[in-house]
Structure formats: C-alpha cells, structure tokens
C-alpha cells in the first residue's frame, strides 16, 4: 500500500461511561475502497463522526495526508474545517437541502472551494463572476457524472429515494475531498438502485477516489471494498481483504454470536 | 349525495360561526339602562354569511379537485412570477410600477404620502428580516431592537454633535449591523424556539434600556426636535420635506431590493438557505456556520439600522414606545404572510399589512378584527405565503463551452 491518506490511531471517545470507541486503527490508502462493517451499535457512525469533526474525540490521532498537501490532524477541529482538508462525509439518514434545487445542493459542496463574500456578492466584481460560473460548471458536470442533469432545476425533495442517496454523493463529491466516506450509502434501496450505486461508486474510485464506507449489504461490500475493517464493541476485530473477512471466526462471531450466546 | 353532504358541513360550519361569534356579535351591554341587548339579527346574518361563504368554498375546491388543469401548478407560478419570468413583461411591469410610485405623491395628499413612507420603512425592514428568518432561517423576534439603535443613532449624535441624516444614516446602520454581530455571538448554538425567547429577550433589554437609563436617552419622555433630512442645505416646508422623504425611501426600497436579490443568488445566500433547510449537514458540506450566522443577523440589522434613522427623521420625535415587541411581530408578519425568502413577497405583504390598516379606518373598530381574520385565512388556505419563493435558476444552456 502507498502513502495512507488517512491514518487513525488509537481513536477513543467515550460518552459518560460509555465507551462507543476503544481505541480504534484504521488506515486509508490512495485510491482505495475500504468497507467498515460490524453490527448495529458497533461505533460505526460514532467513528465517522469523530472523523468529521460531529464530535471530539475524547483520545488518539486522527492524521489526514491529502496529496499535494501537507498532513495535518484532524482531531477537535470543526466540521467546516475538516472538509476544507478533504474529507467529505454522506449521511446515514438523507440530509439534502429539500427546498433547494438539486443543482443547488452540489453548489453547497462548492462552498468551502470558494471566496467571495459579502461585497462580492453585493458588486458582483469579474473575480466573483468567474467564480461562481466555475461553481455552476463543476456542479453540473457532477450531477452529469451521477445521472442527475436532467433533475438539475428540481427541489431536492422531490427526488426519488435512490436519486437522493446519489445527490448526496455529488454534493460530497463537490467538495473536492481526498477522502470520501460514505455512511451506509445503499440503506433502504432496492436490487436495482444497489446495483447501479455500486457501479457509481466503481466509476468514482477509477478517478482515483479514496473511499471509506460503512454498509450492511455483504453484497456490495465484498465486491467493492479492496479491504475491510470489522468493528464490535467500539474495537476493531478484524482487518483484510474480502475474502479472508468471510472465513474469519471473530467475524462470524460477532455477527451470528457463540452457540451458548444463542441459547441464552 | 355529496351537494348534501357538502351543505350539512356548510350548515354545521355555519352554526359554529354564529356559537363563536355569539359575545361579540350578540349580546350587548347597554352600560346606561344596565340591560343587556340581544341582537338576534347579527347572529342570522353571521350564520347566513358563513354558510354560503364555506358552501362556495367547498364547492370551488370539488370543482378544483375534478379539473386539476385549471388550478395554478405546483411550483408557484403565481401570476406576478408569471410576469416577472418574461424579460420583457417584466421590465414594462417595473417601468409602471415606477412610474406609479414617483407620480404617487403629487396626485396624494400629504398625508397619503407619509403613511406610504411608512409602508415603505416596513418594506425594507421586512426584506431585512427576511434575510434572518426567510433565507437563514434564524427565527428573531427582537428585530426591533435593531430599528430602536438605528433611531437612537441619529436622535443622539444630533443632540449632542449635532450630526445629520446624511452622517448619521452610515453610522445608524453600522451600529445596528454591530448589534446585530453583538446579538449573533451568544446565541451561535441556539436554533428554534430557544434563539427566539434568547432574541426577544434582548428586543425587550434594549427597550428596556431605553426607557430606564435616563441619562443616556431621556427616557420615556423621549428626544424631540430631530430634524429632517435637508436637501442641500435648504430648508424644506413640512410638504416638501415630506416628498423630499418619500423619494428618499423609493430610492432606498430600490438600492435594498437589489441589494437583497444579489445577496440570495449569491454564494452567501445560498449559504443561508443551506442553513435553514439543515444546520447538520450545512458545517458537514465546509460552510461556517458561524460566519454565515453573524452575516445574517448583521446584514438583516443594518436594514433595520437605516430605518431606524429615516424613521427617527420622519418623525422628528422618538422614544421608547415606538419600539415595542408588537413592533417587532408585525415585521415578521409582514415576512410570514408574504413569503419567506421572498423579496416580491416580502414587498407585498408589508405594503398590504401596513397600508390595509390605514384604509380600514372606516370600519373604526372591527378594524383589527378583520385584520386578525385576514392573517387566521391566509395561514390557512396559503401558509406558504401570498407570494412564495421560487426556485433559483442558473444560467445551464451556455455552461458547456468553456469561455472565461
């Protein structure tokens, strides 16, 4: 593996008392799909918040080596701020901008990528000008690149499920991130939007885009993933590609439980 | 049968009305004689009205119901948006309304002039609230606090350094824009409910502050004496200064309504629409929410600022009890019932809310009345506003060749 582009060490956050992560590893390589799997309450989620600034992370060093960047941490930096270092996130639950237009929405992930402020919106100076047709253009070629143009004048919330969970990938995407995680991006879809998610996911990792993902469809995770981490109990159990993930015990353990655990 | 069935819901309807409207519209108290009157009569007219009014209703919307075409489509086509689409219509539409507006005070009295100028401070305090409620969906309801610092502004730089309009207006607005930032840092985290009382409160301490500290604002009494905008150094009788005052307001709607439209197409505003539709995955797409917040409330209160100093000029007198929390509810009104986000709406609903008042005179005391039942029917059959938002467009057809 080259550079990781994204180096977790030893993550921990807790709240109260609970211990949602304990001390999680996690590396991201350039252009590679990583899945993060584990069962529901595993600290999945809790892991992507930490990582995208949701939340602080109570210990460990969350390292981001965008290329041509210099590495910075991540840790206890402000959401904003973390996707202005390129890590862009999608939600487990939609989270579009609903009375937006679906253009709009892309132009959002444009946001952290330009300047103007105040006056330049009052002035419209040419600076301005030239920025905002650079943000409608790079939008629009996005909402070409997921399948959405024709959509482009609609409101958001009129898209159909599967349209939604791909506008959410453009506006991300828009952001010009080095890291892309995706939190459970095929939930509540059918066969068909699975398959055509997994193709869009395949298009944009030939781009070489990094992707992180978390997702419970075994399907798309072992045909995508280059690599996967398993996560129980906020802990990482097991790391490796597909298909030593699928014959290792602690994995199946923690999925389908011990044969005394069942009997309880 | 659904005409029966459409009559007994009139009917029932009907004699909810008349069961609602019984204490007001019935019984009187005859303080004189010390009897009570009965007035049976109002109460048949009351039920009548209101059967035939919900009959027709019903009926009108079935009719809707079964031929879908002739209703106006989703997506707010409303007739002005009709207008102002087409580039042609809408520069003849503007031209007229221009005119309109510029040959209005010499065929009105002076009177009519100055309550238009009032309609108008309103039109601009809407579009200013409308960038803190309608776009960034900051609900605030202590906007007046910001109109109150633009008008203490100017009546006390021209107490104590004798400044005028022209050199207090920039500073008016200025401040208020600061307070505006004043008010924004605290309650960065509030959203909903919680920022409204936090908003209100601090609508409530500068009132408050005003009426209290005497040393600094005379108090309930007031500052009199302020004088109104010169022109040129010459002195104005009391008509011309009150025409002199309206072109300055048409002016003023104009610069903030240009002002207003290029914020929202702009990265900023669309920032703030960002914001309202979900706070969470705003800061996750790389927007400050802070700075985004603060240049909303300091961009919504200097508007408020600015007119806080015309205000102050046009009435040469001010004090506290102008800038009550009622004040405050019918700006927001005026965003509410015009649209949020809006700005022809915005226009409309402060022209309507403002001017319909002044013209329901007539009806002296069931005024307010007809008022109130005005805004209960437009939530009603129109919560979205009389002229809501439509959505955005952006130049697509010419996006493919690559000229800079």
């Known amino acids: ?8 060490s030893a993550l921990r956050m807790t709240f109260g008392g609970v211990q949602a992560l304990a001390g999680v590893d996690l590396e991201v390589g350039e252009g590679e799909i990583v899945a993060l799997i584990g069962p529901n309450g595993a600290g999945k989620t809790t892991l992507f918040n930490c990582l995208t600034g949701m939340y602080t992370p109570t210990g460990g060093d969350i390292i981001l080596n965008a290329p041509g960047k210099k590495p910075c941490h991540l840790n206890g930096l402000k959401p904003n701020k973390i996707v202005e270092r390129g890590l862009a996130r999608t939600f487990q639950n939609i989270r579009l901008f609903g009375r937006m237009t679906v253009l709009e929405n892309v132009m959002i992930g ?89 193709r869009l996911i395949q298009q944009i990792s030939a781009d070489g885009q990094a992707v992180l993902l978390i997702e419970h469809d075994m399907k798309l995770v072992m045909s995508l993933s280059q690599r996967i981490y398993v996560m129980d109990y906020g802990k990482r159990i097991a790391c490796g590609p597909p298909a030593a993930i699928r014959a290792n015990p602690a994995v199946i353990k923690a999925y389908l439980g011990e044969e005394d655990d069942a009997a309880a | 049968m659904p005409i029966l069935a459409e009559i007994r819901f009139a009917l029932r309807a009907a004699l909810w009305f008349v069961f609602l409207t019984f204490p007001i519209m019935v019984i009187k108290a005859d303080p004189i004689g010390q009897t009570v009157i009965w007035r049976w009569r109002n109460a048949v007219w009351v039920g009548a009205c209101s059967f035939f009014v919900c009959l027709a209703l019903r009926l009108w919307k079935n009719y809707r119901a079964k031929h879908p075409a002739l209703g106006p489509s989703n997506d707010g086509g409303s007739f002005i948006h009709r207008i102002l689409d087409h580039s042609g219509q809408r520069r003849a539409f503007l031209g007229i309304l221009l005119a309109a507006a510029i040959l209005f005070p010499f065929f009105a009295s002076s009177y009519q002039t100055n309550i238009m100028i009032t309609a108008l401070i309103y039109v601009v305090l809407g579009l200013g609230l409308n960038i803190v409620v309608g776009m960034a969906g900051l609900l605030d309801l202590g906007f007046v606090a910001f109109y109150a610092i633009g008008a203490y502004t100017y009546a006390l730089l021209h107490l104590h350094f004798g400044l005028g309009f022209w050199q207090s207006l920039p500073l008016g607005a200025c401040l208020a824009a600061l307070g505006g930032i004043c ?23 500068i009132r408050l502050a005003l009426e209290n500290w005497g040393e600094f604002s005379q108090g309930p009494s007031g500052i009199a004496n302020i004088p109104r905008p010169g022109f040129f150094g010459m002195t104005l009788s009391l008509d011309q200064s009150i025409l002199f005052l309206y072109f300055i307001m048409i002016v003023f709607v104009i610069a903030t309504i240009f002002v207003v439209n290029r914020l929202r197409d702009s990265r900023i505003g669309r920032a703030w629409i960002a914001l309202r539709e979900d706070e969470i995955a705003c800061q996750a797409m790389g927007i400050d929410k802070q700075k985004t917040k603060l240049a909303a409330f300091a961009l919504g209160a200097f508007w408020a600022g600015g007119m806080g100093v015309v205000f102050a000029a046009k009435t040469t007198f001010i004090n506290p009890a102008s800038f009550t929390f009622l004040e405050s509810v019918i700006i927001l009104s005026i965003v509410v019932l015009g649209g949020m986000g809006s700005i022809v709406g915005v226009v409309c609903g402060a022209l309507i809310l403002v001017l319909l008042p002044e013209y329901l005179r007539a009806l002296s005391e069931y005024r307010m009345l007809a008022f109130g039942a005005i805004l209960v029917l437009m939530m009603i059959f129109r919560p979205q506003g009389l002229i809501p938002t439509i959505k955005s467009r952006y130049p697509l057809e010419n996006l493919t060749d690559d000229r800079p």
């Open chain 2, 183 to 205: 008010l924004g840092f605290p309650v960065l985290r509030l959203r909903g409910d919680y920022l409204a009382i936090v908003t209100l409160g601090f609508g409530e301490i």
């Open chain 1, 1 to 8: 593996m080259s550079q990781p582009i994204l180096q977790v």
């Open chain 1, 110 to 198: 444009r946001h952290c990528r330009a300047k103007s402020f105040i006056l330049g919106a009052i002035f419209r100076p040419p600076a301005t000008r030239r920025e905002e047709r650079d943000i409608t253009m790079k939008s629009f070629a996005l909402l070409r690149k997921v399948g959405l143009a024709d959509f482009a004048g609609e409101f958001a919330d009129s898209l159909s499920y599967g349209a939604q969970r791909r506008l959410e990938i453009a506006r991300a995407l828009a952001t010009e991130p080095a890291l892309l995680l995706l939190d459970e991006p095929a939930a509540g879809m059918n066969p068909r939007e699975t398959v055509e998610l997994t």
